[in-house]
């Protein structure tokens, strides 16, 4: 399997890349990301042979018909992560809340969100690669709260890589921020800066495209790359358990092989929705992909009006904050398997120069096709939140967007699979909130929840408030290139 480019080549890259490739040089021509050339296809034999596979097996099959450069000995022990899982035969349990409707639970890894589902073995992959190449790496996070302490996880004591972590200092939720600075591993640095998201990533970008701090680097013979969500080896990570998440809903009885399903995205730079997508490309039965958003709706309005406009909006703050996200990025991946590549650039330079685009009416039929999309605000989170949690469900206000999604727009009675993407107790003063009690700290939120819904705070989370700070650095934008600099 080869790469390709979602904006045309320029002619100084390669016209084709190996995975291997991409995903240590995720960046492409024009600004543009990388693409599987051609997609595998799964058949009806395929699927029905792995009902009931574990889940590692499930994956091995799927690399193989991907067919990347990548060992069988390090793919076998980059899946071996999932061992860290609640659960090692099944990481990512199903779990009935209504008749027809399942949420899929993509955080049982070590942070509690769903990154650990792609960056747990993408972490070991990339380790692996840059140790065989004999080259250092200098990866570069920018966190609203579950990047960060995913990606930290992920490369804590790897040998030829070294991380960088930023966060908005009181941007996020305590357990999030305890996550990152008490990570004691001495390749890490976790840096708050005084700021919010928005300053974090746009310093992690200059940062990114600065050929002096790439020179300063290159002294100490290190290389710069970003495990951000683009990066291909994070996706084919997040094929996997849509097609995973089917086959239980085979093996539990509540369909045949074959029966279409809706999937139920909780989206933000749309990896996760991606995923699901090509798995639907591939075969999977799938009767569309519902996206749910909080109010930052780019995305329904993308998807049910045609339109990406960047010059009416501005970021606002949610109490879903890993979906308060303006630029989409994976959307390209989307435009570009639909419309080709030259009408991609089109689309993407609109956006870049005037902060828009507008695809025609055939265009914004084609992605009705695959997908449909409606947005919640705080207030609708909060009750979809407290409804389930007097039926016995406990969930993350994430989570809880998918549910007008799954109310409002199905068109046809089957069943559907809603993606949760973190467990409660990383947004626990949201939940105690939407259910009457509001704490100012999350210590005092997780213990309420647990007394009063009887669900459990997992050993992980209650332990963090004993450990020490490692991490106190907290600084202005400017003075972050130092820092990284004095750290390396
Ligand atoms: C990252 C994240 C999302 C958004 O996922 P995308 O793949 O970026 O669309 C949603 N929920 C939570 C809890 C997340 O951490």
Same mark, same amino acid.
């Given at each position: 399997?080869?790469?390709?480019?979602?904006?045309?080549?320029?002619?100084?890259?390669?016209?084709?890349?190996?995975?291997?490739?991409?995903? =240590?040089?995720?960046?492409? /021509? !024009?600004?543009?990301?990388?693409? %599987?050339?051609? @997609?595998?296809?799964?058949?009806? *034999?395929? +699927?029905?042979?792995?009902?009931?596979?574990?889940?590692?097996?499930?994956?091995?099959?799927?690399?193989?018909?991907?067919?990347?450069?990548?060992?069988?000995?390090?793919?076998?022990?980059? =899946?071996?992560?999932?061992? /860290? !899982?609640?659960?090692?035969?099944? %990481?990512?349990? @199903?779990?009935?809340?209504?008749? *027809?409707? +399942?949420?899929?639970?993509?955080?049982?890894?070590?942070?509690?969100?769903?990154?650990?589902?792609?960056?747990?073995?993408?972490?070991?992959?990339?380790?692996?690669?840059?140790?065989?190449?004999?080259?250092?790496?200098?990866?570069?996070?920018?966190?609203?709260?579950?990047?960060?302490?995913?990606?930290?996880?992920?490369?804590?004591?790897?040998?030829?890589?070294?991380?960088?972590?930023?966060?908005?200092?009181?941007?996020?939720?305590?357990?999030?921020?305890?996550?990152?600075?008490?990570?004691?591993?001495?390749?890490?640095?976790?840096?708050?800066?005084?700021?919010?998201?928005?300053?974090?990533?746009?310093?992690?970008?200059?940062?990114?495209?600065?050929?002096?701090?790439?020179?300063?680097?290159?002294?100490?013979?290190?290389?710069?790359?970003?495990?951000?969500?683009?990066?291909?080896?994070?996706?084919?990570?997040?094929?996997?358990?849509?097609?995973?998440?089917?086959?239980?809903?085979?093996?539990?009885?509540?369909?045949?092989?074959?029966?279409?399903?809706?999937?139920?995205?909780?989206?933000?730079?749309?990896?996760?929705?991606?995923?699901?997508?090509?798995?639907?490309?591939?075969?999977?039965?799938?009767?569309?992909?519902?996206?749910?958003?909080?109010?930052?709706?780019?995305?329904?309005?993308?998807?049910?009006?045609?339109?990406?406009?960047?010059?009416?909006?501005?970021?606002?703050?949610?109490?879903?904050?890993?979906?308060?996200?303006?630029?989409?990025?994976?959307?390209?991946?989307?435009?570009?398997?639909?419309?080709?590549?030259?009408?991609?650039?089109?689309?993407?330079?609109?956006?870049?120069?005037?902060?828009?685009?507008?695809?025609?009416?055939?265009?914004?039929?084609?992605?009705?096709?695959?997908?449909?999309?409606?947005?919640?605000?705080?207030?609708?989170?909060?009750?979809?939140?407290?409804?389930?949690?007097?039926?016995?469900?406990?969930?993350?206000?994430?989570?809880?967007?998918?549910?007008?999604?799954?109310?409002?727009?199905?068109?046809?009675?089957?069943?559907?699979?809603?993606?949760?993407?973190?467990?409660?107790?990383?947004?626990?003063?949201?939940?105690?909130?939407?259910?009457?009690?509001?704490?100012?700290?999350?210590?005092?939120?997780?213990?309420?929840?647990?007394?009063?819904?009887?669900?459990?705070?997992?050993?992980?989370?209650?332990?963090?408030?004993?450990?020490?700070?490692?991490?106190?650095?907290?600084?202005?934008?400017?003075?972050?290139?130092?820092?990284?600099?004095?750290?390396?």
């Amino acid at each position: 399997m080869t790469f390709i480019e979602t904006r045309g080549n320029d002619g100084t890259k390669p016209a084709e890349v190996s995975f291997s490739e991409a995903i =240590l040089s995720p960046s492409a /021509s !024009f600004g543009g990301l990388y693409v %599987p050339k051609r @997609l595998p296809t799964l058949d009806f *034999d395929f +699927f029905k042979a792995h009902i009931g596979s574990h889940y590692k097996d499930l994956s091995r099959a799927l690399f193989e018909k991907f067919d990347v450069d990548i060992d069988e000995a390090d793919l076998n022990k980059a =899946l071996d992560r999932y061992d /860290s !899982f609640d659960d090692p035969e099944n %990481p990512v349990p @199903l779990v009935g809340v209504e008749d *027809d409707a +399942f949420v899929s639970e993509l955080w049982h890894g070590p942070t509690r969100a769903f990154k650990d589902m792609a960056l747990q073995p993408f972490g070991y992959i990339l380790s692996k690669l840059a140790e065989k190449r004999g080259e250092k790496y200098l990866i570069m996070a920018a966190t609203s709260g579950d990047t960060g302490p995913a990606t930290l996880e992920t490369f804590k004591n790897a040998a030829e890589v070294k991380v960088a972590c930023l966060y908005p200092e009181g941007g996020t939720s305590d357990v999030q921020r305890l996550q990152m600075v008490t990570e004691d591993a001495p390749n890490e640095k976790v840096i708050g800066i005084h700021g919010n998201f928005d300053d974090a990533q746009t310093a992690l970008k200059n940062l990114l495209s600065s050929e002096s701090f790439k020179n300063r680097l290159s002294q100490s013979h290190t290389k710069l790359s970003a495990a951000n969500s683009v990066n291909f080896g994070r996706i084919i990570f997040q094929i996997i358990y849509h097609i995973h998440s089917y086959l239980q809903l085979v093996k539990k009885g509540e369909i045949g092989l074959g029966e279409p399903v809706y999937l139920v995205v909780p989206s933000g730079n749309f990896g996760n929705a991606l995923g699901g997508y090509y798995a639907k490309k591939m075969g999977l039965p799938v009767e569309k992909i519902l996206i749910a958003s909080n109010i930052n709706n780019v995305l329904s309005d993308l998807i049910t009006k045609g339109e990406y406009d960047l010059t009416c909006k501005s970021l606002i703050q949610t109490t879903s904050p890993a979906m308060d996200i303006l630029k989409s990025s994976n959307v390209e991946r989307v435009l570009y398997d639909k419309f080709g590549p030259e009408r991609t650039k089109e689309l993407m330079d609109d956006l870049d120069r005037k902060g828009r685009y507008r695809l025609s009416h055939d265009e914004l039929a084609m992605l009705k096709e695959d997908f449909d999309a409606t947005f919640s605000s705080d207030e609708e989170g909060k009750e979809v939140i407290a409804k389930y949690a007097k039926k016995g469900y406990v969930m993350d206000p994430h989570t809880a967007t998918c549910f007008k999604a799954y109310d409002k727009l199905r068109k046809k009675s089957l069943k559907t699979i809603i993606y949760s993407t973190a467990e409660w107790t990383k947004f626990s003063r949201t939940v105690s909130a939407a259910l009457g009690y509001d704490a100012e700290r999350d210590l005092d939120a997780l213990e309420w929840v647990s007394e009063h819904y009887r669900v459990s705070v997992p050993k992980m989370i209650a332990e963090l408030f004993e450990k020490p700070i490692v991490h106190t650095t907290v600084v202005d934008k400017e003075k972050i290139e130092e820092e990284i600099l004095s750290f390396i």
